[in-house]
Nanobody, 116 residues
């Protein structure tokens, strides 16, 4: 079982930056793939970025967002730069075992609001 707790959301002006953090419980954090998703009002949840157990990255928001992980702290980060109003959403951290396709564990979400 993995428990995930996000933090770092807030209100920021367009062009600003935020860094989201996701603290994970469990001793096997380093063997899990981690991801960030977001859901804007009235829209479906969408994939933002992922990092595999071996450090391989994948992104849907390229150039502005960077995902990283610190296995010593059991934490994954999402650095978001040059934020736009359309980035406004609840951001969720998720985890899955590396042999799974679907993410099995989810955090409670953190709100990111970008004002124009």
């Amino acid at each position: 079982q993995v428990q995930l707790v996000e933090s770092g959301g807030g209100l920021v002006q367009a062009g600003g930056s935020l860094r989201l953090s996701c603290a994970a419980s469990g001793r096997t954090f380093s063997s899990y793939d981690m991801g960030w998703f977001r859901q804007a009002p009235g829209k479906e949840r969408e994939f933002v970025a992922g990092i595999r157990w071996n450090g391989q990255h994948t992104y849907s928001v390229k150039g502005r967002f960077t995902i990283s992980r610190d296995t010593t702290k059991n934490t994954v980060y999402l650095q978001m730069n040059s934020l736009k109003p359309e980035d406004t959403a609840v951001y969720y951290c998720a985890a899955k075992k590396s042999d799974r396709f679907e993410y099995d564990y989810w955090g409670q979400g953190t709100q990111v609001t970008v004002s124009s």
